[in-house]
């Protein structure tokens, strides 16, 4: 199937290097602490962030830093298919692993002993990208709560199509089979590899694309 | 301490403030240690201040203001009052509501202990007839709980 005409352009009109629209709203969430919705093109995800309080399960307190936990679910909605397991399941395991790691690596832990940040993130309307939009909107919401963080993290995905880099790939071109790669800013990258790549064409990919979308972003 | 309102600046975490060795970093601010600089750690409006004149250390601070403020967090030595939740034999649960005059966002829970009631006779204080659920009492923290 082609993803790029021969002219460069891809099957929703971008250019290779061209990212989908991105919209943002920080507070919606009344309750939580901070709270942020970010859009990236179609997939549209809302994040929630309460904390630093009290630890609820003493054994898990940590008496130098702050306790940093992460949910990543997807609404049963969110896809074409109605989905049976919004969370629980090996991928949301997975993502709310990775989303924890980076935000963890950017708190200023050390200045909250004893507390807990609960960051919770549910994907509205998927179409490629949910994992990158969850890390940028949980970063809108820490900083909405007024959670101190070394810096911003921005997180964008790239992959490689009929012998092309592209930026910002949505459902049909993530699913088509290719190798993709998410960037966020240098904190923790994260390797999806489909088929055999050379590992060289990789590496250029990821340096040349993922810091070309983050400085977008 | 003079505060310099001439321009208010909307920062964001990771942007630069300045070098360690020319300022200080206050309250949402933190020295990046690999490279000596100062870094902003919240989003909100930036403030200068002046150093006292007879510091030795003359550099400015500089924080970071935040919009949203944060619920004070009761710490060894502070004064706070707290409502007793629950009477045993030897100790009490209480939530913490105020620390010193502020009220807090979210209750902390603590524990008074028997010996930590009153100066004399420790060992012979009823907890019983000293607390009953739903009293307000006013404490000193002693220590926080591992």
Not at chain 1, 70 to 93: H, I, L, Q, V, W
Request: some cysteine; proline content about 5%.
């Amino acid at each position: 199937m082609e993803f790029v005409s021969p002219e460069g352009l891809r099957l929703d009109g971008r250019r290779p290097t061209e990212m989908r629209q991105l919209r943002a709203e920080i507070g919606n969430v009344a309750k939580a602490d901070g709270s942020a919705v970010f859009e990236m093109g179609n997939t549209k995800v809302i994040a929630a962030v309460y904390g630093p309080r009290e630890v609820q399960n003493k054994s898990q307190q940590m008496s130098d830093q702050a306790l940093v936990r992460c949910e990543y679910s997807m609404a049963n909605f969110s896809t074409g298919d109605r989905m049976r397991k919004p969370k629980g399941d090996r991928r949301s395991t997975e993502i709310s692993l990775v989303i924890r790691q980076t935000m963890e690596a950017c708190i200023l832990t050390h200045l909250m002993p004893r507390s807990q940040i609960d960051i919770f993130v549910q994907v509205l309307q998927a179409d490629g990208g949910t994992r990158s939009a969850c890390i940028n909107a949980a970063t809108l919401a820490l900083q909405d709560a007024g959670i101190p963080m070394r810096d911003i993290v921005t997180s964008c995905s790239a992959g490689y199509l009929n012998s092309t880099p592209l930026l910002d790939l949505n459902y049909v071109e993530d699913s088509a089979g290719g190798p993709d790669v998410t960037v966020d800013k240098v904190i923790y990258v994260d390797f999806a590899l489909n088929g055999r790549v050379k590992a060289s064409v990789l590496w250029d990919l990821w340096l040349y694309f993922g810091s070309y979308g983050l400085k977008e972003t | 301490m003079v505060v310099k309102e001439e321009e208010m600046v909307l920062v964001t975490p990771g942007e630069v403030l300045g070098k360690a060795t020319e300022v200080k970093a206050g309250k949402g601010a933190y020295v990046a240690k690999h490279n000596g600089l100062v870094y902003a750690s919240l989003t909100g409006l930036l403030r200068t201040l002046s150093p006292p004149p007879d510091s030795p250390d003359q550099r400015a601070t500089v924080e970071v203001t935040g919009h949203k403020a944060h619920g004070p967090v009761p710490e060894p030595g502070s004064v706070v009052i707290a409502r007793v939740t629950k009477v045993m034999t030897r100790m009490a649960s209480a939530d913490i509501m105020c620390v010193g005059a502020k009220s807090v966002r979210e209750k902390f829970s603590g524990i008074i202990r028997q010996q930590d009631v009153r100066a004399t006779e420790i060992d012979k204080v009823d907890m019983h007839l000293s607390f009953r659920p739903g009293d307000i009492v006013r404490a000193s923290v002693v220590s926080f709980m591992l």
